[in-house]
């Protein structure tokens, strides 16, 4: 993906409020980073030899700063960008999304988009010049350059933005994979006076979408661009409220988005609701799947404030303060870890708890999103829907919650190791047993059938003491009671009470006497039994004081039936049934025949796609820095040994793990991402998918620690090698809402991630060092 044409970017309207020194900030004054000191900077705009330059604006100093020719100028009048739906999303070279907001033009006629940075101590907003290829920022009476930054952009309601075979925009968002395991991102394609849901395969340059029982190639489609996206299970065919619409139909019903499982591929397609299914294209054909996922807008977002700004629209409320003060739900980041901020407006300010204290921000995030409910948290158990507020460095997950303490509502942190809630209350961290959290109501229109409640939520609300009944919801209709939380996908009962009776049974429902020596209330049958097999995954047993072999998965039994076949879309490679694996090895390329089951974890009945040649014996080639201490066990689709390094997780929160991988007679480090069977590397700016890889075994003897500009610390993990014999390091860092592993490469002076199919480079990272050696030369250090 290259730099993004100015007439391929959305054209959007933006709100700016003249100000000056004189005047009081706007509301909803758009937050931009924060000065050297610690003061916050807002995003702004001001004229200079006539052209209209992105500006940082900081209050506190009564002015506003632009960046040209090579020095920082000081602007007594400006303007502030005002609204709500921005975001900070990370680029480098020149690139910009479809939805970056533009401050102007130059006097040539190339546009100039709003940016962000990190510089000395500060992240300062800035210009961004595509033709440049940089972001320029105003600092310390300079114009300073800085090759990898973060774009602003507005969110809007599904952004679908035109695409071709040889373009992808930036921020397309991921729908599936190919057989071939290469990547599909979500489309759309007009056929028959209809836009339909499309699959898109930038690989084959080309769209597919189906209809009539054919699939049909399309060279014109676009391709569905932003962030906050998920995928959600129906209940029963229901469509969630927030699900995407492609467009209508000619009988005026929406069209929606929806993916499935296929032939060991994830391909989407449109949702038909009268027949309670999703049809894809594939081979040729149009092809009928039952159980399938529909794409959906995330009902929240994460809105940048700060304490000097108004509350914006929607934003969710946690409780009250000792004096009564309306808390809302925020989040701020303090030394790497992103916590729960309880928001206070009355008292400019909000707080966020650690190690025992209160700590105040005045920089923060606010939630704003509908269908957000506080449930009871049971044993410490955490939701599948809850929220997520963020993750610590040590990758541990922070959950939204809330509890009583002296007589208030408190909002703070949930943590799943302490399985307790922490509270910032009166300068202290406190800690609470009993709690609420807070959850997403994924409630979906009401399908086709409904089943009835099930019996054992009834019978643990009546058996739960600690538990007070839920509150009357707000009516839907006039004299009539809604439904009480949590009993979607359920219709409303509205005939019953408008309070939940536990002491007696429903109206007109007799109630049978029990016989005497019975159980009054019966406990639910068990579960139906889930048949298993026996284990096939092999058993794992550390080394010793040598190496133990590799062990090798035994094949799968084979399927107990024989799927349709069906032309692929493409033609995959020919395959022959299988050899007898080697112990320890894999078979030679030259003598490789994948097995006919195409789930066997020996073969792979797709080729990748970018076919590498695999080397004679896995794990050959030049001794790497880990021989002896870094073990490094075989993975294939479907299986992950145990224990593997944990290294980040995707955009979408799947997580990834630390890989390697052969390629043209070398190893290169990369993410293993297990939910999609298969590993990712990066050469040549390229994103190359792997199905044949390695992780790194051993989560408890390595850690992660800072670095930059291609600085290596002590106890780096090396992986492998480049071409000219240049070792090749383990890193990760944060883009586009991932944190995502891969190489550092010393030469280069950053470290290289597979990302969105191109490799992306970041110069500020960390590195994967062996806990050992590193302290170890810390305490050498120390010593002299």
Same mark, same amino acid.
């Given at each position: 993906?290259?730099?993004?044409?100015?007439?391929?970017?959305?054209?959007?309207?933006?709100?700016?409020?003249?100000?000056?020194?004189?005047?009081?900030?706007?509301?909803?004054?758009?937050?931009?980073?924060?000065?050297? $000191?610690?003061?916050?900077?807002?995003?702004?705009?001001?004229?200079?030899?006539?052209?209209?330059?992105?500006?940082?604006? !900081?209050?506190?100093?009564?002015?506003?700063?632009?960046?040209?020719?090579?020095?920082?100028?000081?602007?007594?009048?400006?303007?502030?960008?005002?609204?709500?739906?921005?975001?900070?999303?990370?680029?480098?070279?020149?690139? %910009?999304?479809?939805?970056?907001?533009?401050?102007?033009?130059?006097?040539?006629?190339?546009?100039?988009?709003?940016?962000?940075?990190?510089?000395?101590?500060?992240?300062?907003?800035?210009?961004?010049?595509?033709?440049?290829?940089?972001?320029?920022?105003?600092?310390?009476?300079?114009?300073?350059?800085?090759?990898?930054?973060?774009?602003?952009?507005?969110?809007?309601?599904?952004?679908?933005?035109?695409?071709?075979?040889?373009?992808?925009? /930036?921020?397309?968002?991921?729908?599936?994979?190919?057989?071939?395991? #290469?990547?599909?991102?979500?489309?759309?394609?007009?056929?028959?006076?209809?836009?339909?849901?499309?699959?898109?395969?930038?690989?084959?340059?080309?769209?597919?979408?189906?209809?009539?029982?054919?699939?049909?190639?399309?060279?014109?489609?676009?391709?569905?661009?932003?962030?906050?996206?998920?995928?959600?299970?129906?209940?029963?065919?229901?469509?969630?409220?927030?699900?995407?619409?492609?467009?209508?139909?000619?009988?005026?019903?929406?069209?929606?988005?929806?993916?499935?499982?296929?032939?060991?591929?994830?391909?989407?397609?449109?949702?038909?609701?009268?027949?309670?299914?999703?049809?894809?294209?594939?081979?040729?054909?149009?092809?009928?799947?039952?159980?399938?996922?529909?794409?959906?807008?995330?009902?929240?977002?994460?809105?940048?404030?700060?304490?000097?700004?108004?509350?914006?629209?929607?934003?969710?409320?946690?409780?009250?303060?000792?004096?009564?003060?309306? !808390?809302?739900?925020?989040?701020?980041?303090?030394?790497?870890?992103?916590?729960?901020?309880?928001?206070?407006?009355?008292?400019?300010?909000?707080?966020?708890?650690?190690?025992?204290?209160?700590?105040?921000?005045?920089?923060?995030?606010?939630?704003?999103?509908?269908?957000?409910?506080?449930?009871?948290?049971?044993?410490?158990?955490?939701?599948? #829907?809850?929220?997520?507020?963020?993750?610590?460095?040590?990758?541990?997950? %922070?959950?939204?919650?809330?509890?009583?303490?002296?007589?208030?509502?408190?909002?703070?942190?949930?943590?799943?190791?302490?399985?307790?809630?922490?509270?910032?209350?009166?300068?202290?961290?406190?800690?609470?047993?009993?709690?609420?959290?807070?959850?997403?109501?994924?409630?979906?229109?009401?399908? =086709?059938?409904?089943?009835?409640?099930?019996?054992?939520?009834?019978?643990?609300?009546?058996?739960?003491?600690?538990?007070?009944?839920?509150?009357?919801?707000?009516?839907?209709?006039?004299?009539?009671?809604?439904?009480?939380?949590?009993?979607?996908?359920?219709?409303?009962?509205?005939?019953?009470?408008?309070?939940?009776? &536990?002491?007696?049974?429903?109206?007109?429902?007799?109630?049978?006497?029990?016989?005497?020596?019975?159980?009054?209330?019966?406990? /639910?049958?068990?579960?139906?039994?889930?048949?298993?097999?026996?284990?096939?995954?092999?058993?794992?047993?550390?080394?010793?004081?040598?190496?133990?072999?590799?062990?090798?998965?035994?094949?799968?039994?084979?399927?107990?039936?024989?799927?349709?076949?069906?032309?692929?879309?493409?033609?995959?490679?020919?395959?022959?049934?299988?050899?007898?694996?080697?112990?320890?090895?894999?078979?030679?390329?030259? #003598?490789?025949?994948?097995?006919?089951?195409?789930?066997?974890?020996?073969?792979?009945?797709?080729?990748?796609?970018?076919?590498?040649?695999?080397?004679?014996?896995?794990?050959?080639?030049?001794?790497?820095?880990?021989?002896?201490?870094?073990?490094?066990?075989?993975?294939?689709?479907?299986?992950?040994?145990?224990?593997?390094?944990?290294?980040? &997780?995707?955009?979408?929160?799947?997580?990834?793990?630390?890989?390697?991988?052969?390629?043209?007679?070398?190893?290169?480090?990369?993410?293993?991402?297990?939910?999609?069977?298969?590993?990712?590397?990066?050469?040549?700016?390229?994103?190359?998918?792997?199905?044949?890889?390695?992780?790194?075994?051993?989560?408890?003897?390595?850690? =992660?620690?800072?670095?930059? $500009?291609?600085?290596?610390?002590?106890?780096?993990?090396?992986?492998?090698?480049?071409?000219?014999?240049?070792?090749?390091?383990?890193?990760?860092?944060?883009?586009?809402?991932?944190?995502?592993?891969?190489?550092?490469?010393?030469?280069?002076?950053?470290?290289?991630?597979?990302?969105?199919?191109?490799?992306?480079?970041?110069?500020?990272?960390?590195?994967?060092?062996?806990?050992?050696?590193? &302290?170890?030369?810390?305490? !050498?250090?120390?010593?002299?």
């Amino acid at each position: 993906m290259g730099a993004v044409q100015p007439g391929a970017v959305v054209s959007i309207e933006h709100t700016w409020v003249h100000s000056t020194p004189y005047a009081a900030l706007p509301p909803f004054a758009v937050v931009g980073g924060h000065d050297a $000191d610690g003061t916050p900077i807002y995003v702004g705009r001001s004229f200079h030899e006539g052209e209209n330059l992105p500006a940082k604006v !900081i209050p506190s100093k009564g002015c506003a700063y632009v960046a040209y020719g090579g020095t920082e100028h000081q602007k007594s009048h400006y303007e502030v960008l005002v609204g709500q739906g921005f975001a900070w999303v990370g680029s480098s070279s020149g690139c %910009v999304p479809p939805n970056a907001v533009r401050s102007g033009t130059t006097r040539t006629g190339e546009p100039i988009y709003v940016g962000r940075g990190h510089y000395s101590n500060s992240l300062c907003v800035g210009k961004v010049h595509p033709s440049h290829g940089c972001l320029y920022i105003p600092f310390g009476g300079q114009e300073v350059r800085i090759n990898t930054y973060e774009v602003l952009i507005h969110q809007q309601q599904d952004v679908w933005v035109p695409a071709t075979p040889s373009y992808t925009p /930036p921020g397309a968002v991921v729908a599936g994979h190919d057989s071939d395991r #290469t990547p599909i991102y979500a489309g759309r394609a007009m056929h028959e006076g209809e836009m339909l849901p499309a699959k898109v395969v930038p690989s084959k340059g080309s769209a597919y979408v189906c209809f009539g029982g054919y699939e049909f190639q399309k060279p014109t489609y676009e391709v569905l661009t932003g962030y906050g996206y998920v995928w959600i299970r129906p209940h029963h065919h229901g469509i969630p409220p927030n699900a995407v619409s492609t467009g209508r139909a000619r009988n005026g019903e929406p069209i929606y988005y929806g993916r499935g499982h296929y032939q060991g591929s994830l391909t989407p397609g449109l949702i038909s609701s009268r027949q309670r299914c999703l049809y894809i294209p594939y081979g040729g054909r149009e092809i009928r799947v039952d159980s399938y996922e529909v794409l959906c807008r995330q009902s929240y977002k994460w809105v940048q404030s700060s304490a000097y700004s108004s509350i914006p629209p929607n934003a969710v409320v946690g409780g009250n303060d000792e004096d009564g003060a309306m !808390i809302y739900v925020g989040r701020a980041e303090h030394e790497g870890d992103m916590l729960v901020c309880k928001v206070v407006p009355t008292k400019q300010i909000g707080f966020v708890s650690q190690r025992g204290e209160a700590l105040p921000k005045d920089i923060f995030e606010i939630l704003c999103g509908e269908n957000l409910v506080w449930v009871k948290c049971y044993d410490h158990v955490i939701p599948e #829907t809850a929220v997520l507020c963020g993750r610590t460095q040590l990758e541990q997950p %922070v959950y939204i919650g809330r509890g009583h303490y002296e007589g208030h509502l408190i909002i703070g942190k949930i943590s799943s190791v302490h399985r307790a809630l922490f509270i910032a209350y009166r300068g202290a961290e406190r800690r609470l047993d009993s709690y609420e959290i807070l959850v997403e109501e994924r409630q979906g229109m009401p399908g =086709w059938q409904l089943p009835p409640p099930p019996p054992e939520q009834l019978e643990l609300a009546e058996k739960c003491p600690v538990t007070p009944p839920p509150p009357p919801m707000p009516q839907l209709l006039a004299g009539k009671p809604a439904a009480a939380p949590g009993r979607y996908p359920y219709p409303p009962d509205f005939d019953a009470p408008a309070f939940a009776l &536990h002491d007696r049974p429903p109206q007109y429902t007799p109630m049978p006497m029990p016989m005497a020596g019975t159980d009054p209330y019966p406990p /639910p049958p068990p579960p139906p039994a889930r048949p298993m097999g026996p284990s096939i995954l092999p058993e794992y047993k550390p080394p010793l004081a040598v190496p133990v072999p590799i062990p090798v998965k035994p094949s799968l039994p084979p399927p107990s039936y024989v799927p349709a076949e069906v032309a692929p879309s493409y033609t995959p490679a020919e395959v022959a049934p299988p050899a007898a694996a080697a112990a320890c090895s894999f078979t030679p390329a030259d #003598t490789y025949k994948p097995s006919l089951d195409p789930y066997a974890p020996s073969c792979s009945s797709y080729t990748p796609a970018v076919c590498a040649p695999a080397p004679p014996v896995y794990g050959g080639g030049p001794p790497t820095h880990g021989v002896g201490y870094d073990l490094w066990m075989a993975a294939s689709p479907g299986y992950t040994p145990p224990d593997a390094v944990f290294g980040g &997780h995707d955009s979408d929160m799947a997580p990834l793990l630390v890989c390697r991988a052969y390629y043209d007679g070398t190893h290169i480090p990369g993410k293993a991402a297990p939910s999609r069977g298969c590993a990712y590397i990066t050469l040549a700016g390229r994103e190359i998918v792997e199905s044949r890889y390695e992780v790194l075994i051993g989560q408890s003897k390595y850690h =992660w620690v800072p670095g930059r $500009d291609g600085s290596i610390a002590a106890g780096a993990v090396e992986a492998g090698r480049a071409f000219n014999g240049e070792p090749l390091f383990i890193g990760r860092a944060h883009y586009c809402g991932s944190l995502t592993p891969g190489k550092i490469q010393q030469s280069h002076r950053c470290l290289h991630i597979p990302f969105g199919g191109q490799e992306v480079r970041i110069s500020s990272y960390e590195i994967l060092v062996r806990s050992d050696i590193y &302290h170890r030369q810390q305490g !050498i250090s120390l010593s002299y």
